[in-house]
Each structure stands twice: as structure tokens, then as C-alpha cells.
């Protein structure tokens, strides 16, 4: 059974940091996409950033580009969401995902993953 299970939210004041972590288990995950999205109250899920099979190759949306970076560690089926510089606009509930196909492109639209994590709260204060 496949799961995915996300760790590190929390409260932070704006301008600090957080990391986010998603352990994958069930499958190897080295093969796919893994993303990251977020939901904020009344509103639609968002594309936050993703990061490829391939080493090294990463896409973000554009208000997160600078100050979030993805990263994976497949040995440990693991990837992260480092965020710095938090606004309070960030704040919203934090999913990551994995991709429908192996060896895919990294997709930016909620429907183009397949597992999904439970979900970890980020809160940024003013």
C-alpha cells in the first residue's frame, strides 16, 4: 500500500523558515515526480513546486521561486520542502504528491498526481 506522510509544519513568524519532509512508502519513488501543493481556506488547491526522477531538475510557481526550495532524497524515499523568507500568504495546509507514471514530466495541475499525503498545517504570523 502506498503512502505518503508529511512532517514539519507549524507556526512560524513571517520572514522565518520551515522544512517540510514527505516519507514515501510502498513503492520506490526514485522513478516518479513528487510534488508539492497547498490549500489555503476557500480556495483551490495550488501547485507549489516539483522536482523530477531526473538529479537536479526543479520547477516552482512563481510566487514561491527564490525563497522555496525542493529537494529529495530517494534512498530514504524522502523529499523536502525548504521554505525561507514565509509571508503570511503562505499560509495554507501543505500536501505532497507523487506522480501518476514513472519517468514523467513535472507536472503542475493537481490531477497529473496520483498519491497523496494527509496534509501538514503552515501558519505564518505578521
Known amino acids: 500500500q502506498v503512502q505518503l506522510v508529511e512532517s514539519g509544519g507549524g507556526l512560524v513568524q513571517a520572514g522565518g523558515s520551515l522544512r517540510l519532509s514527505c516519507a514515501a512508502s510502498g513503492r520506490t519513488f526514485s522513478m516518479y515526480v513528487r510534488g508539492w501543493f497547498r490549500q489555503a481556506p476557500g480556495k483551490e488547491r495550488e501547485f507549489v513546486a516539483a522536482?523530477?526522477?531526473?538529479?537536479?531538475?526543479?520547477r516552482y510557481a512563481d510566487s514561491v521561486k527564490g525563497r522555496f526550495t525542493i529537494s529529495r532524497d530517494n534512498a530514504k524515499n524522502t523529499v523536502y520542502l525548504q521554505m525561507n523568507s514565509l509571508k503570511p500568504e503562505d499560509t495554507a495546509v501543505y500536501y505532497c504528491?507523487?506522480?501518476?507514471?514513472?519517468?514523467?514530466?513535472?507536472?503542475?495541475?493537481?490531477?497529473?498526481?496520483?498519491?497523496w499525503g494527509q496534509g501538514t498545517q503552515v501558519t505564518v504570523s505578521s
Open positions: 504528491a507523487s506522480d501518476r507514471t514513472p519517468y514523467g514530466s513535472m507536472g503542475y495541475r493537481a490531477f497529473e498526481y496520483e498519491y
Open positions: 522536482i523530477s526522477w531526473s538529479v537536479g531538475s526543479t
